[in-house]
């Protein structure tokens, strides 16, 4: 008897696992959260030198405003692109009564140009602070916050190995706990940090915790819920990813001070740890570690609040009959298993390829919707959105022609999606932009699915830690290139084009 047929007696979906299903969204909200906030506490802030010849003059008669835009065109040079220059400054070290200069309302343009010497004033009109204004990230240190982000996703990476083993090992609920406390703790360490070596350090280990919980949340659920609403949880649990975002977005519009922003996304991921009692081990983990009795107390409370008699002899059968045994399992719980078969070595191949370069321009949709002509915060928001249409889209074009043409169909109107937004400008080339959003989205949804389907009990978190390993590992090397402009190019929609194919003529078709 396998654990599926004792669900097909229980319940697939009963009142139990909807409980359950919420608890674990709930955890998993603020993991997004933590992975996008650097758009807004890294956002980009207008800057010039801090001369400090005019910190203490009074001379200039107008609104504080008037003079500070006198002050900079009296003290900063004008680039080659005609604006102030962000990174030098004349040389004032001749002036001796800044009114002088002010009364005159001109400063000699002939004099020496010197990079900033006293430190940089920082525009306040959107952000009140952020690490850029905190830690001086411009002009030599403007590659930091994406050398920041880089670190981050190498977090991930290291989060995904050893979150999935320790999953695999002590249990999901044991990883997903662990993975909350992480979280919380480095997130606080993150809004204290003092310096930016200790904010990047503390990011990647928050990285590791992070994400995970979104990872664990979502093998557990998977494994309590029948065969036939896999694919609706599997994806419905993409919807609180979407919230997050869409939550942030808010928070962001209302807290623009970096440290308090991440602080307020932080506390609530620690008051989650309340509904963690709630949520008991995955049985089918259980079941392949030869816990069965352990397991028993689980089924018996599920069909108690379901609604449905289970006798004990029934239960009895599990353990002489249930096909997840240690014994069969044991030699599927290496990675090694997953390139052992030649199908399994294409399939898994292909899967990392997908994750890759689907997270790629994922990622890169997200850090740059500010890009797309739109005001930031209100463009985090709709992207949030069109997050929860893809995932509902992806639902329905898998129950209509499986999880194969679906995939290799959304990818297709990714490409061209972003070949489009290259040759369009304004309030077109957004709505094209979060078209092609919807469309990634989607097909998140659908390969999350696709990946565990494709392993067993006792390896299905070892196979996802593998993906989000290779595919952050890119990520992370790729963040500091991928240039603005990378979801219009042609180069993107010939990706997508070479993925499509490789996901029709490899990728098996799961429905049903």
Request: glycine content about 8%; overall charge neutral; some cysteine.
């Amino acid at each position: 008897m396998k654990y599926d047929d004792i669900l097909y007696k229980i319940g697939e979906f009963g009142i139990y696992q909807k409980c359950i299903f919420l608890l674990v969204s709930t955890c998993t909200l603020f993991a997004p959260m933590n992975v996008v906030t650097q758009v807004f506490t890294a956002g980009e802030t207008d800057h010039w030198c801090d001369v400090q010849v005019w910190n203490n003059c009074t001379a200039c008669q107008g609104s504080e405003l008037q003079c500070e835009a006198l002050r900079q065109n009296l003290s900063i040079p004008i680039n080659e692109e005609g604006v102030l220059d962000q990174c030098n400054q004349y040389d004032m070290e001749t002036v001796d009564d800044c009114s002088e200069v002010l009364s005159q309302g001109v400063w000699n343009a002939s004099n020496d140009i010197i990079p900033c010497d006293n430190g940089w004033v920082y525009d306040k009109s959107q952000y009140d602070s952020t690490i850029i204004s905190d830690f001086d990230l411009v002009c030599h240190k403007q590659s930091f916050p994406g050398i920041a982000q880089t670190v981050y996703f190498s977090g991930i990476l290291v989060g995904s190995v050893s979150y999935g083993t320790l999953s695999d090992k002590l249990g999901r609920r044991f990883a997903l706990f662990a993975a909350t406390i992480g979280t919380g703790v480095f997130g606080i360490l993150v809004t204290s940090s003092n310096s930016f070596l200790m904010y990047t350090v503390m990011r990647f280990f928050l990285a590791a915790c992070a994400h995970s919980t979104f990872l664990m949340g979502f093998v557990l659920v998977s494994e309590m819920v029948g065969p036939s609403k896999r694919v609706f949880t599997g994806i419905f649990i993409e919807f609180f990813f979407a919230f997050g975002i869409m939550f942030l977005a808010i928070l962001a519009y209302f807290i623009r001070k970096w440290r308090v922003l991440q602080l307020v996304t932080t506390l609530p991921g620690i008051m989650t740890l309340l509904l963690l009692p709630l949520i008991p081990e995955s049985p089918r983990w259980l079941i392949s570690k030869g816990r069965y009795e352990e397991a028993r107390v689980i089924i018996r409370r599920t069909a108690r609040i379901n609604g449905v008699e289970l006798t004990d002899q029934y239960l009895e059968q599990m353990e002489e009959h249930d096909l997840d045994t240690p014994a069969q399992t044991e030699k599927g719980s290496s990675l090694i298993q997953l390139f052992r078969l030649s199908s399994m070595r294409w399939r898994t191949c292909n899967l990392l390829y997908n994750w890759f370069v689907q997270s790629l321009l994922y990622y890169g949709l997200i850090f740059y919707t500010g890009s797309l002509g739109v005001n930031i915060y209100l463009g985090f928001l709709i992207s949030g959105a069109v997050e929860i249409i893809g995932y509902t889209s992806s639902i329905f074009l898998i129950e209509a022609i499986g999880r194969k043409l679906s995939l290799s169909g959304l990818l297709l109107l990714v490409g061209l999606s972003c070949l489009l937004v290259m040759f369009t400008h304004g309030v077109v080339k957004f709505v094209i932009g979060m078209i092609g959003k919807a469309a990634i989205s989607a097909t998140f949804g659908i390969i999350f699915v696709f990946t565990e389907s494709c392993s067993n009990p006792s390896e299905r978190c070892n196979a996802r830690s593998l993906l989000h390993d290779i595919k952050n590992w890119w990520n992370g090397l790729s963040f500091d290139f991928h240039p603005r402009s990378s979801m219009a190019t042609s180069s993107t929609f010939s990706v997508y084009r070479c993925q499509h194919c490789g996901c029709r003529h490899y990728l098996v078709a799961t429905r049903n």
